[in-house]
């Protein structure tokens, strides 16, 4: 499958239509993203059952935001609409499959009874 752009005009959709998306949050200018590229763009190819996507940061600076980003290139991987894996920097290949086989074999169940829980220990301790 073939890496595709995210805009702001896309980016929702594709987190509400895909099982699971991967974004590479880049800039052009950035060496490490350039490098990283092509290790992104040959996993893509791997695994067709994920969506690989790439975020301009320059020109997509409203997603960037939103997601506080502060370094790149960063990596965030989002299972069934939830944040499971965030993290700046590159990965080797077999560590970029590793996490991706991780993220296939999440228990999503868990996950969003982990989140709930999360979420109500916020809103009690804003209450306190």
Known sequence: MAVQELTQDT?????KDNGIVIMDFWAPWCG?????APTFEEASEKHEDVVFAK????E???IAAAFQIRSIP??????DQIIVFSQPGV???GQLDEV??????????AVRADVQRQQQEQEQAGGA
Do not use: A, H, W, Y
């Open 55 to 58: 975020v301009n940061t320059d």
């Open 91 to 93: 990965l080797s290949p």
């Open 74 to 79: 960063t990596l965030m991987i989002f299972r």
């Open 32 to 36: 490490p993203c350039q490098q990283f």
């Open 100 to 109: 991706l086989g991780k993220v296939k074999e999440l228990d999503m169940d």
């Open 60 to 62: 997509e600076q409203n």
């Open 11 to 15: 980016f929702e959709s594709t987190i």
